[in-house]
């Protein structure tokens, strides 16, 4: 009996989050287009604190 190896959490994040996957997801209705919604938001504003900590980054290194 061959066991299947279990992918890296890190890429099997990306995999599930991607928007691409997201899409996918609805389409074969694994998730509700309000949970896609949902994960897209998180996305978001995920993002949105990356740029507000890269912005200090910048702002500290220009003093």
């Known amino acids: 009996m061959m066991f299947q190896e279990e992918p890296k959490p890190a890429e099997s994040e ?5 928007e691409d996957h997201r ?3 609805v389409d074969n209705d694994e998730i ?3 949970e896609e919604a949902f994960m897209k938001g998180y ?6 604190e990356d ?5 200090k980054t910048e702002e500290n290194e220009e003093e």
Not at 51 to 55: D, G, H, L, R
């Open 43 to 48: 996305d978001d504003a995920d993002d949105d």
């Open 23 to 25: 899409s996918d997801m």
């Open 51 to 55: 740029n507000k900590e890269e912005e």
């Open 32 to 34: 509700s287009a309000e």
């Open 14 to 18: 990306e995999n599930v989050y991607s």
